[in-house]
């Protein structure tokens, strides 16, 4: 397995994805001769993981069972272990649509903070292309690295650890997109066009608050950035359930004895509590002149 390539059979060292139920799920790393817990029971690596086809249905020590998944970017996103704030698939989605991201692509990116959008962008520009992604924070880096590792993707990244308002992103004029999720992206502009190919690309900031925005949109004109458009996405999810109504009485006068019933429906009620604001997405582009 690797989180670009998709493989039929668990092996030793995969990360699989553990489906107990829905929003029910967690990662493990397989090896021989471990054993993970679950509610329904204990799950053998040797017996119930590895050799099995990915998708298949694992019944527990208990008797329940669970589903073992392929791990993707997105199911990643939904499990990775927190070491900061992290982007969630309806802001990736779009990043990765407006930064015009494609197999091929060189991308630059800080910080890495848990890696959730740098799996994304990876799986996105792989076979040909590469991400070269910044983290000041030497833990943060270095965790990140290893997952990278351990996720064989390892080949499509370069975790750089420096400052990338003081350093930029180690690279020059080889990137079609930059993205920029830190506190203060008004100060890595001027390193975000340097990392953008001469003849031109993609750029886009993440900030939780306005103020973030204005600072940025102000360092994007000073540097000449065009097509600037900021931009917030909210997602509504929706329940499908049935539901039941009466049947109306239309009077029917001339039918002694009317008959009354239920009539059953599909309808897509909106979950009561919805995510909220995430962070505006502003995104430029580097002009050709
Ligand atoms: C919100 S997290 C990024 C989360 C990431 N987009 C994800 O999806 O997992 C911000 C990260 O930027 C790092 N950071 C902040 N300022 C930085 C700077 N000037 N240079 C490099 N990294 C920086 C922080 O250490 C933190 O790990």
Redesign the pocket.
Known sequence: MSFVEYEELIKEGDTAIIFLGHGSMFPVQVQHGAQTQTKYGVIRHSAHLIGQPYGSRVTCSKGGWVYVLHPTPELWTLNLPHR????YSTDISIITMMLELKPGSIVCE????????SHAIIRTVAPTGHLHT????QQ?AQKAEEEFREHRVDRWVTVRNQ???KNGFGVSHVADAVFL???SPWEAIGHAKDALKVEGGRLCSFSPCIEQVQRTCQALAEHGFIEVTTLEILLREYNVRTANLPLPDLGGALDPLPVLGEAQFKIGVPLKETVGHTGYLTFASKSLF
């Open positions: 900061t704030q992290i982007l800080s910080g890495t903070g848990s890696g959730s959008l910044v983290e000041f924070h943060r400052d990338v308002c999720d830190i506190p």
